[in-house]
């Protein structure tokens, strides 16, 4: 049965997209947006990032940067880059099964 220690939970699509971007170093949610949309194609409403924030904060997988400027920029943890790494391996697994299935199917 496959290991569930450093589960994302049922928001796994944002929550994984926010780590991805804030692996490549701290951000606001605006640049956190247009960054996921970027990579992605994804579009986040501001409401599902920082609802999606706010979670990861609890996890302790990301953390505040202190910042004169309104705006509150973030990082992710060790924890947090040991999660994402974690899901990643999962992602991996879960395409290759997907590879060797279709191709079994033979050619459409």
């Known amino acids: ?30 640049r956190m947006i247009s960054d996921i949309e970027e990579f992605s194609g994804t579009s986040l409403e501001p409401g599902t990032l920082y609802g999606a924030l706010m979670r990861l904060e609890e996890r302790g997988w990301i953390e505040p940067v202190a910042s004169a400027e309104r705006r509150k920029p973030y990082r992710i943890t060790d924890g947090g880059r040991a999660a994402l790494r974690e899901q990643l391996a999962t992602l991996r697994r879960v395409e290759q099964a997907g590879v060797r299935r279709s191709l079994a199917w033979g050619p459409a």
């Open 1 to 30: 049965m496959a290991r569930k220690s450093q589960e994302l939970g049922r928001f796994t699509d944002v929550a994984l997209l926010v780590l991805i971007s804030l692996a490549e170093g701290q951000k606001h949610g605006y």
